[in-house]
């Protein structure tokens, strides 16, 4: 079974920073795409910031030149530095991953979510 645990989050005033991580525990196969989403009450998860094959870092538009995405594939490990934070920033951030895994008899592709955590930005 493929989990993903997220932590780092916290915190923060305008303009400091935060790293978070999210580790995935499980069998993997192949690490299709694997980032981080974010939601606030009210607005629909976005995409922030994802890694996949074929594009090693995709950001959302309002955080590029401030967020990083650094993904470990062997370690299937994913981090987000997070710099010059803003309060549009705030909200819970979810890590993401498609994976291909072996349930013991197939090989199965999902989506995977991680529990979320808390991003707050104050003035």
């Known amino acids: 079974q493929v989990q993903l645990v997220e932590s780092g989050g916290g915190l923060v005033q305008d303009g400091g920073s935060l790293r978070l991580s999210c580790a995935a525990s499980?069998?993997?196969?192949?690490?299709?795409?694997i980032g981080w989403f974010r939601q606030t009450p009210g607005r629909q998860r976005e995409s922030v910031a994802l890694s996949r094959r074929d594009d090693p870092a995709r950001y959302l538009e309002s955080v590029k030149g401030r967020f990083t995405i650094s993904r470990d594939t062997s370690k299937h490990t994913v981090d987000l530095e997070m710099t010059s934070l803003k309060a549009e920033d705030a909200g819970t951030y979810y890590c993401?991953?498609?994976?291909?895994?072996?349930?013991?008899?197939?090989?199965?592709?999902?989506?995977?979510w991680g529990q979320g955590t808390q991003v707050t930005v104050s003035s």
């Open positions: 993401f991953a498609d994976f291909t895994y072996y349930n013991g008899s197939f090989y199965l592709r999902n989506d995977f």
């Open positions: 499980g069998v993997t196969f192949d690490d299709y795409a």
